[in-house]
């Protein structure tokens, strides 16, 4: 059970996500130990899934005693939504910062989509979590969750539609080319390692001209 029941929304957690924020240069965190406990979980739920993951586990991968991680965490639910929160609303604020650029519809969609895949690369652990993890949450914790996914997916089928009456995109459903891509996209996570054959650049690049050419001749 969570501490404090997400019945609202959001600012149920503001507290507790203030505190976990990730170090990408957004804000100073109160405690390096609590960075490194979300640090922590998010490597043990993705070698080991959530379920899997106790609370001891992760007391142990910080060097804490199991009671002394309470101090700093109320509960591994809290943990999971902070995660997933955190990785979703990043991409939430990059597409909005995108979608508003001056730029053609076609070079708005690829910078999305470079974008989308950039931050599967560059945050494995957190987007895996989020991509296979999500069916743990609690009915109240899905919710804000899928809220926030809503949102982003909206802002997708807004900028193709937006494509689409420029001419630049062809009279295609926007949410199913939003459903389509993405899932081809979000699937990335399972097959993409650092240290493959092919650098992370091109495989983007592939990908990219793959989804704006297709597979057949011209």
């Known amino acids: 059970m969570l501490t404090k029941r997400l019945e609202d929304s959001l600012p149920d957690l503001s507290k507790l996500k203030e505190a976990f924020r990730t170090a990408r240069g957004q804000r100073l965190l109160g405690s390096n130990k609590q960075v490194e406990i979300m640090n922590a979980a998010i490597q043990l739920f993705q070698q080991k899934g959530y379920h899997a993951t106790s609370m001891q586990d992760i007391a142990d991968a910080v060097g804490l005693q199991k009671g002394s991680l309470y101090h700093y965490i109320s509960s591994k639910d809290d943990l999971l939504v902070v995660i997933i929160q955190d990785a979703i609303s990043h991409y939430n604020a990059k597409l909005a910062e995108i979608k508003a650029m001056d730029l053609p519809v076609r070079r708005r969609l690829e910078l999305a989509f470079r974008h989308h895949l950039e931050g599967i690369a560059e945050n494995l652990g957190m987007l895996t ?11 109240e914790q899905a919710a804000v969750i899928n809220e926030e996914n809503q949102r982003y997916n ?46 992370l650049s091109n495989l983007i690049d592939f990908f990219v001209d793959l989804l704006f050419h297709g597979i057949a001749a011209p």
């Open 154 to 199: 909206e802002m997708f089928e807004s900028l193709f539609a937006e494509g689409v009456a420029s001419g630049e995109m062809r009279p295609l459903d926007p949410k199913l080319v939003t459903r389509t891509t993405l899932g081809a996209c979000n699937w990335f996570y399972r097959w993409y390692r650092a240290d493959g054959a092919m650098p």
């Open 129 to 139: 979590i989020f991509l296979r993890e999500s069916y743990a949450l609690q009915a």
